[in-house]
């Protein structure tokens, strides 16, 4: 890369410091023509690497802004390359100045991504930790950071290297036999291979394992909150939420449409879904409400049944928990501070699932509930010293391929086939792990990654 990149760096809104970040082999000579020192003897070409320079940015005479400018010199540095970062005021129009300034003395506007992709391409890291970039900037809750920051410091591209490392042994071994097999032999062979792609399976399978988790911390647990009009549905949407975001009223049926908000539970992301109350009715309003409420249940990763405990159960209530079947699912008493018609001891004959009791009203029981939804979805404090949560599709569907390829290579040593066809799926095993770190993919896919990123990242 011979053309020298820069971009906004922080958030385009007013806040205390902007970055404007440069990146390539011109990024000190292009600093130089626009910065001055307060006393006008330095020289950002002539200062040591990794240092903060006070001066200012300036336009020929014009004065743009008062800045701190760094200088980090390839290839440590965040893309390998030479680097300026130019700290100034953090104003839009101060920050759209300064860009403006470095690309009119010969930075290029970077694409969206550009920075981080140099920073693959130049092998400060893979691409694995490439995309955890994007994942810390967009985390929505501490498990979800945690589990970014972790794949960040490689602990994918760890894991997947070690797997890589056992299979190109093997397929070393393989090609090597067939080349010389007066001096090594392959007798018996099959048998110590099928222990070997038996071991990397279950430490594949091991990684996917944990695709479900991960897709809960990275994007939220669909969490849908079913029961009858007036049980109490709109109230605890407020209280989770923690403001007046659903209308309650005593009158029935009140909600009619679909209200999604998202909350952080104990460092988890729900996605919280008020629906209509479920009943029949002639209301072709409420009927589409209806059937709304019930089409998101079958969708949800979590449903929240509250019941009136102080309205006797009916045939809508059995509608309910037919819904609730092979769905995970906690079922809430609501109206605890009411005399009970519907106890505890009388649902948990109905349903499997957990019952809590709560009064939505005087806010009582709902640490209780919380607690709940936690230990249903991750057993304990998850752990995030060696432990990997696979977050992203594409690792999942690579992580799958591999392994596919894998069940390959013990068919063909059950039906005894000549080894170099082991070689064959060994191989797209290697390749499709290798995809994963960013060893055997294609600059289009490449392009298509970088280009969800923000600009000047």
């Known amino acids: 890369m011979t053309d020298t990149i820069a971009a906004v760096a922080t958030a385009m809104t007013a806040s205390g410091i902007g970055i404007i970040r440069m990146s390539g082999p011109?990024?000190?000579?292009?600093?130089?023509?626009?910065?001055?020192?307060?006393g006008g003897?330095?020289?950002?070409?002539?200062?040591?690497?990794?240092?903060?320079?006070?001066?200012?940015?300036?336009?020929?005479?014009?004065?743009i802004d008062e800045?701190?400018?760094?200088?980090?010199?390839?290839?440590r540095s965040y893309t390998g390359e030479d680097t300026v970062e130019i700290d100034c005021h953090g104003g839009v129009l101060a920050m759209k100045r300064v860009l403006e300034t470095v690309v009119k003395y010969?930075?290029?506007?970077?694409?969206?991504?550009?920075?981080?992709?140099?920073?693959?391409?130049?092998?400060?890291?893979?691409?694995?930790?490439?995309?955890?970039?994007?994942?810390?900037?967009?985390?929505?809750?501490?498990?979800?950071?945690?589990?970014?920051?972790?794949?960040?410091?490689?602990?994918?591209?760890?894991a997947i290297q070690e797997i890589r490392e056992r299979i190109i042994f093997q397929i070393a071994y393989i090609e090597s036999a067939l080349d010389d097999p007066e001096h090594i032999s392959i007798d018996g062979y099959g048998e110590t291979l099928g222990k070997e792609v038996e071991l990397l399976k279950e430490r594949l399978q091991q990684l996917l394992q944990t695709v479900r988790e991960g897709k809960l911390m990275k994007e939220g647990i669909k969490t849908?909150?079913?029961?009858?009009?007036?049980?109490?549905?709109?109230?605890?949407?407020n209280i989770l939420v923690g403001e007046e975001r659903a209308i309650v009223t005593d009158i029935a049926g009140t909600t009619r449409d679909i209200l999604e908000e998202s909350i952080v539970l104990h460092g988890i992301s729900l996605r919280m879904i008020d629906t209509a109350g479920i009943r029949s009715t002639e209301d072709v309003v409420e009927k589409i409400g209806?059937?709304?409420?019930?089409?998101?249940?079958?969708?949800?990763?979590?449903?929240?049944?509250?019941?009136?405990?102080?309205?006797?159960?009916d045939e809508n209530d059995r509608e309910i928990l037919e819904l609730l079947q092979d769905k995970r699912a906690i079922v809430i008493l609501n109206k605890a501070d009411l005399d009970p018609v519907v106890t505890e001891d009388i649902l948990r004959k109905k349903t499997k699932h957990a019952v809590v009791s709560i009064s939505a009203k005087e806010e009582e029981g709902i640490d209780l509930l919380e607690q709940?939804?936690?230990?249903?979805?991750?057993?304990?404090?998850?752990?995030?010293?060696?432990?990997?949560?696979?977050?992203?599709?594409?690792?999942?569907a690579a992580l799958e391929e591999a392994k596919r390829s894998l069940e390959l290579v013990e068919n063909s040593i059950q039906m005894q086939m000549p080894e170099d066809f082991f070689s064959i799926d060994l191989m797209n095993a290697y390749e499709a792990l290798g995809s994963i770190i960013g060893e055997s993919v294609g600059e289009d896919l490449v392009n298509e990654i970088f280009s969800k990123f923000c600009t000047g990242k």
Do not use: W
């Open 26 to 38: 011109d990024s000190r000579k292009i600093a130089g023509k626009v910065y001055r020192s307060k």
């Open 41 to 63: 003897k330095k020289r950002i070409e002539e200062v040591s690497s990794h240092t903060i320079n006070y001066g200012f940015i300036c336009d020929g005479e014009e004065t």
């Open 67 to 75: 800045v701190l400018v760094m200088v980090m010199d390839g290839p």
């Open 372 to 396: 709940q939804m936690k230990d249903m979805f991750f057993d304990g404090e998850l752990s995030f010293n060696d432990e990997i949560y696979i977050t992203n599709v594409r690792h999942k």
């Open 106 to 158: 010969g930075a290029r506007p970077a694409e969206p991504g550009e920075f981080t992709k140099r920073a693959f391409l130049n092998g400060r890291m893979d691409l694995s930790q490439a995309e955890a970039v994007i994942d810390v900037i967009n985390a929505k809750n501490e498990y979800a950071l945690k589990s970014s920051l972790g794949q960040l410091k490689g602990n994918i591209q760890k």
């Open 290 to 313: 209806v059937k709304k409420a019930i089409e998101y249940a079958k969708d949800a990763d979590l449903i929240l049944y509250v019941v009136d405990s102080s309205v006797p159960l």
């Open 224 to 237: 849908v909150i079913l029961g009858k009009p007036n049980a109490g549905k709109s109230s605890l949407l």
